[in-house]
C-alpha cells in the first residue's frame, strides 16, 4: 500500500493596496480556498488573470501573488500541466520587475520543487528546494525556511534515507515550535512515515494519531488534508497487522477528497488504489482489479471506462509514476487472477497491461535530463521489465506462439543500459534531426558548463572544512545553467519536430534486423536474470531459442563473487590448494549457468555477451569447460572457454548492433594518439575516495614503455610524463581514430559520474588533471577504438537496470563504438605485453575480439606458474563494435601505391620520428 506525502504548500499573503478590482477577485479566490471550495477558487483566479491580461494593473505584488497562488491550487486541484505553467510565468515576472535575487521567488521554487516531486523527478525538487534557501541566506527565523526543511526532507523519504528525512523533520518540527506556527501537521505525519519504515510503531503510531487531532482541531473534520492523514494512518494499520481499521480508515480518506476534489483527483486515485491494494491482499483479485480500474479513471483525465479488461491509450495518459504504480498493480493482479482461472486470457491481458507500463517507463526516462533520476528510475522498474519477460516465457511455454517469445527478448533488450540508450537516442535526435551545428555546440558546451559546476560543488563538499560561499555560488551558477538547459531542450521539441519524432523514438532492434546484421559465426548469449530464474537468449544468424533455468539467486550470486575475488586479488600468498578449488569449481559450475546448455553450438562461434547484474563483472572467458583437477594446482593448462571462443561484450544487443561496422582505414585525420603520465610526486589530496586511498596512484613504469611499443607497430603520437596532461587529451582527442589511455583512475562507487581518469598533475589552474565521468559525456570523440588500459576501467557500481557505471560507459555515450576496458587493478608489466601483441595483431587485419583473445592466449603460452593466474591477462575485454580496424589487404595496396613516392618522403619521415621519439622520451 502507498502513502500520501504532504508538502508545504506556500500561499503568499494578500496586501491591501493592490489594485480594487483584482483586489478583490484575488480575496474571493482566498476566501473560496479557506472554505475549501477549490473549484470557485480556480474560477476566481481566473477572472483574476483575465484582468491582468485585458486591464491597466499596475500593482506588480498583486499579479505576482495571482500568478504563485493560481499555480498552487491548480497543482492541489491535481492540474500539474497548468500549474507550471503558472509557476514559470510568476518566475519570469517576478525576475523582470524584482530581480533575481529577489526571495519573491523564494515561494515560485518552492512550489515547483513540490510540483516536481509529485512527478518524482526528485533532483529538479531538491535544486528548486535549495535554491530557495540560497535566496533566504540562511534566514532560519524565516515561515520559508520551515517549509524547504519539510520539503528536503520527503525528497530524501523517496529516496529511501528515512534517517535523513526524519533529521529534517525534527529540525523542521523545532523550527516551527519555535515561530509559533499553528499547523506542524504535515511534519508530524511524515515523522510518523518515517517512524514505521523505521519500524520504530510506537512513536510512529503517536506521530499520526497527533497530526490527525491537530488538524481536526484546528481546521475541522473536512479539511482537505486529513484525507492524506486518514490514507497513511489506513497504510499504518495495515503493516501493523490491525486489518479491522483498513478499511474505516480508507473509506473517511476517500470522504475528505471527494468533499474538497470531486470524483477525479490524484489523491482519490490513491486512495482507490489502496482499496485495490487491500482487497488483493485478502485475495480477493476481481474487487482488487475494480478498484485499480477506479483508480485509473479518477487519475486520467480523457479515461473513463469502467471495464477491468480495458486499458488505456497512450494519448490518454500523461506519463507519470502515479498512473505507471496503478497500472503495475492492475498487471500483478490480473497474473494473480490467472493463477486462480488458468485462463489465458487473463495470463496475456497482464503482459498487455505491462506493455503499457513499459511505455509509460520510457517516456518518463526521456522526460528527465539528469542522469541521477534515469538512474533510479531504471533501479525502481527494473523488477517491472522482469515480471513481463516471466509472463511473455510462461504464455510462450503455454502456447508455443513464437511471437511472446519475441517479446520477452525486447523486455530483456529495453530493460539494458535503458538510461544510456536514451541519451544515446537524444544525441543522434539531434544529429539528424534538423538542429544546427552552432546550436549543438551551445548546447554541448552548456553542458560541460553543468558539469564543471556540479564537480566543483561536488568535490568542495567532501572536503573536511568546506567553503559554504564557494558552495553558495557556485549552486546559484548552477541552477541557472540547468534552467538553461531545460529550456533550450524544451525550444528544441517545440522548433524541430523532426527531433522531438526522433527523441522519442524509443524502439528496440527488431529480432529479424538483429539477426540479418549478425554474422555467420556469431553466437549472441543475451542474459536476464531474476530472483527465482535465469534467462537466456539465444541468437544466431539463422537461429533464435530462448532457455530457462530454475536458480536460487543467492548461490548464483556466490558463484560469481567466488570467480571475481579470485581475479581481481594481487596477493597471492595464500595461493592454496584450497583457493584454487574455489575458483575452479565456481567457473565450472557457472559455465554450466551461462553457456553449458548451448556446448554443442559453440565451435567456431564469436560469442556475443549481453550480462545481467552481476555477470557484468567477471570475464566469460575464464568460465571452464570442464572440471579442473583439484589434486594439483595449474592455472597455465586449465579449459578456459577463451581457449575455444572469441568473446566481446555489448551493453544490450540494439547498442551493439545499431552502430554502422567500423570501415577500413581511418575515420579521422590522425590514427593512435596514446597517453602515458607520470605519478611522481602525486598529491594524496586527489584521493578522495576510500578505495583511491586503498589503491594509491603508484608510479606505472610500465606504461611508456607500452606506448611506446604501439608506435613501433601504429604510426600515432605519444604524450607521455609532462605531456600527458588533461588539457593535451581535451586538445587533440577528438582528431585520432584510436586513443589509448595508460593510466591510473579514481573509481567513486558512491557518486559514478565522478569516476576519474588521472592525467599528469601540474599546475595548470584551468585543467585539474582528472577527467571524469560527468566531463566524458560530454566531450565529441571521432574515434573507432578506445583501448582505457587504466586501472578498473570497467569496473564500477552495478546500477539495477544499467549495468555496471563504468568510465567505460562515458566513452560509449561521447560517441567511440568499441571500448577495451580492464574489469580490475591490471598489473603493470603483464598489460605493457598483452597491449603490445594486441596491437600487433589488429595491425594484421584481425578483428579487436579475436586480437585481443590472441594476444591472451600468447602471453598463456609463455607465463610462468605464478603468471598464468587469470589476474594477470583475463582484465582486459572487448565491449562494443569488434570489426577490423586495418584490412591487410589494404594496407598492401596503400604501401604498394607509396613506394614509388617513399624516397620524397624520407627527409620529413626522419624530422617526424626524431619529434616523436623527443616526446617519448
Known amino acids: 500500500m502507498n502513502s500520501r506525502l504532504s508538502f508545504n504548500e506556500s500561499f503568499v499573503p494578500q496586501e491591501i493596496d493592490a489594485d480594487s478590482l483584482l483586489k478583490e477577485q484575488f480575496s474571493r479566490a482566498a476566501n ?45 486541484f491535481g492540474d500539474r500541466k497548468k500549474a507550471l505553467e503558472y509557476y514559470n510565468l510568476s518566475e519570469s515576472f517576478t525576475i523582470k520587475v524584482f530581480g533575481e535575487d529577489s526571495q519573491k521567488l523564494v515561494p515560485i521554487y518552492v512550489n515547483k520543487g513540490n510540483l516536481f516531486n509529485d512527478y518524482e523527478n526528485l533532483v529538479k525538487a531538491q535544486n528548486h528546494y535549495e535554491k530557495a534557501l540560497l535566496l533566504l541566506k540562511n534566514q532560519r527565523e524565516s515561515k520559508w525556511f520551515a517549509k524547504i526543511t519539510h520539503n528536503l526532507a520527503v525528497v530524501a523519504y523517496k529516496k529511501y534515507n528515512y534517517s535523513e528525512a526524519l533529521k529534517y523533520l525534527l529540525e523542521t518540527l ?42 481536526e482541531e484546528l481546521y475541522g473534520s473536512d479539511f482537505y488534508l486529513l484525507g492524506d492523514y486518514y490514507l497513511n494512518y489506513a497504510v499504518f494499520q495495515d503493516e501493523f497487522d490491525r486489518k479491522d481499521k483498513v478499511l474505516p480508515y480508507l473509506n473517511l480518506a476517500l470522504e475528505v477528497y471527494k468533499k474538497n476534489f470531486g470524483e477525479n483527483h490524484p489523491s482519490i486515485a490513491l486512495c482507490l488504489e489502496n482499496f485495490g491494494d487491500y482487497y488483493f491482499k485478502k485475495k480477493d483479485h476481481l474487487s482488487a482489479l475494480q478498484y485499480y480500474q477506479k483508480a485509473l479513471i479518477s487519475e486520467l483525465e480523457n479515461f473513463n471506462n469502467s471495464t477491468i479488461y480495458f486499458n488505456p491509450i497512450m494519448s490518454e495518459i500523461d506519463p507519470q509514476v502515479s498512473t505507471l ?13 490467472y493463477e486462480k482461472t488458468n485462463s489465458i486470457g487473463d495470463l496475456d491481458f497482464s503482459l498487455q497491461t505491462y506493455d503499457l507500463c513499459l511505455d509509460i517507463v520510457d517516456k518518463i526516462r526521456i522526460g528527465y535530463q539528469d542522469e541521477e533520476s534515469k538512474f533510479a528510475l531504471s533501479k525502481n522498474e527494473k523488477e517491472t521489465f522482469n515480471r513481463a519477460i516471466e509472463i511473455a516465457v510462461k504464455l510462450y511455454e503455454l502456447t508455443k506462439d513464437a511471437k511472446y517469445k519475441e517479446k520477452a527478448f525486447l523486455y530483456s533488450e529495453r530493460s539494458k543500459a535503458a538510461s544510456l540508450m536514451s541519451s544515446l537516442n537524444d544525441v543522434n535526435a539531434k544529429s539528424f534531426g534538423g538542429i544546427s551545428l552552432e546550436l549543438q555546440k551551445q548546447e ?31 549552486q546559484n551558477v548552477l541552477f541557472d545553467f540547468n534552467e538553461q538547459y531545460d529550456q533550450m531542450v524544451l525550444q528544441f521539441e517545440e522548433d524541430y519536430p523532426e527531433y522531438y519524432a526522433l527523441k522519442y523514438d524509443t524502439k528496440t532492434i527488431e529480432l529479424e534486423e538483429l539477426q540479418d546484421r549478425m554474422n555467420e559465426n556469431d553466437l549472441l548469449l543475451e542474459y536476464s536474470i531474476s530472483d527465482s530464474a535465469l534467462f537466456t537468449f539465444v541468437i544466431t544468424k539463422e537461429s533464435f531459442e530462448l532457455q530457462r533455468q530454475e536458480i536460487v539467486k543467492d548461490s548464483f550470486d556466490l558463484h560469481l563473487e567466488e570467480v571475481r575475488d579470485a581475479l581481481k586479488t594481487n596477493d597471492f600468498a595464500d595461493a592454496s590448494i584450497n583457493y584454487y578449488k574455489r575458483y575452479t569449481q565456481s567457473a565450472h559450475q557457472l559455465y554450466k549457468y551461462l553457456v553449458g546448455e548451448n556446448d554443442s553450438i559453440l565451435t567456431g562461434k564469436n560469442l556475443l555477451i549481453v550480462p545481467d547484474g552481476k555477470m557484468a563483472y567477471i570475464p566469460f572467458g575464464v ?67 576510500e578505495r583511491a586511498y586503498r589503491d594509491k596512484l603508484y608510479p606505472l613504469p610500465g606504461v611508456k614503455e607500452e606506448v611506446n611499443n604501439i608506435s613501433k607497430v601504429i604510426a600515432g603520437d605519444l604524450f607521455v610524463d609532462d605531456l600527458a596532461t588533461e588539457a593535451n587529451f581535451k586538445a587533440n582527442a577528438s582528431e585520432y581514430d584510436v586513443l589509448h589511455l595508460a593510466m591510473h583512475t579514481i573509481i567513486d562507487d558512491e557518486n559514478p559520474m565522478f569516476s576519474k581518469l588521472v592525467f599528469t598533475q601540474n599546475s595548470d589552474t ?126 598492401n595496396t596503400i604501401m604498394y601505391l607509396a613506394f614509388g613516392t617513399i624516397g620524397l618522403l624520407l627527409p620529413f619521415f626522419f624530422f617526424r620520428r626524431r619529434i616523436k621519439n623527443k616526446i617519448a622520451a
Open 325 to 337: 504504480e496503478i497500472l503495475k498493480s492492475k498487471a500483478v493482479a490480473l497474473f494473480s487472477l
Open 766 to 891: 584551468i585543467q585539474d588533471g582528472l577527467l571524469n565521468t560527468h566531463e566524458i559525456y560530454n566531450m565529441n570523440f571521432n574515434a573507432r577504438m578506445v583501448v582505457l588500459s587504466a586501472c578498473n576501467t570497467g569496473d564500477g557500481k552495478l546500477q539495477k537496470g544499467e549495468g555496471v557505471m563504468s568510465l567505460a560507459r562515458g566513452f560509449f555515450y561521447a560517441g567511440c563504438p568499441s571500448v577495451i576496458m580492464t574489469l580490475w587493478t591490471v598489473e603493470d608489466k603483464t598489460g605493457s605485453n598483452l597491449m603490445s601483441n594486441f596491437y600487433t595483431l589488429l595491425a594484421s587485419g584481425l578483428k579487436k575480439d579475436e586480437a585481443l583473445r590472441e594476444a591472451k592466449l600468447q602471453y598463456l603460452q609463455t607465463a610462468d606458474a605464478l603468471k598464468s593466474h587469470p589476474y594477470f591477462w583475463s582484465g582486459y575485454v572487448t565491449m562494443g563494435d569488434v570489426d577490423p580496424l586495418y584490412d591487410d589487404r589494404f594496407r
Open 174 to 215: 523545532t523550527l516551527k515550535t519555535k515561530q509559533n506556527i499553528d499547523n506542524a501537521s504535515s511534519t508530524k505525519n511524515l515523522i510518523g512515515n518515517c517512524y514505521k519504515q523505521l519500524k520504530n510503531y510506537k512513536e510512529a503510531d503517536k506521530y499520526f494519531q497527533n497530526s490527525i487531532s491537530e488538524v
Open 623 to 689: 568460465l571452464l569447460k570442464e572440471e579442473a583437477d583439484s589434486t594439483s594446482m595449474n592455472y597455465r593448462n586449465l579449459k578456459y572457454l577463451i581457449k575455444d571462443n572469441s568473446i566481446s561484450y555489448h551493453n544490450s544487443a540494439t547498442l551493439g548492433f545499431n552502430n554502422e561496422s567500423s570501415n577500413y582505414g581511418f575515420s579521422s585525420s590522425k590514427s593512435v594518439l596514446a597517453f602515458a603520465p607520470s605519478y611522481n610526486d602525486v598529491d594524496d589530496s586527489i584521493l578522495i575516495t
Open 32 to 76: 473560496f480556498i479557506r472554505k475549501s471550495d477549490f473549484q470557485y477558487a480556480i474560477q476566481s483566479f481566473e477572472n483574476a488573470v483575465h484582468t491582468i491580461r485585458e486591464g491597466d494593473v499596475s500593482d506588480n505584488t498583486m499579479i505576482y501573488r495571482t500568478y504563485v497562488n493560481y499555480g498552487v491550487i491548480l497543482n492541489r
Open 444 to 474: 554541448r558546451e552548456l553542458k560541460l558548463s553543468i558539469a564543471k559546476y556540479r564537480e566543483m560543488v561536488h568535490e568542495e563538499r567532501r572536503k573536511q572544512a568546506p567553503n559554504r560561499d564557494s558552495i553558495t555560488r557556485w
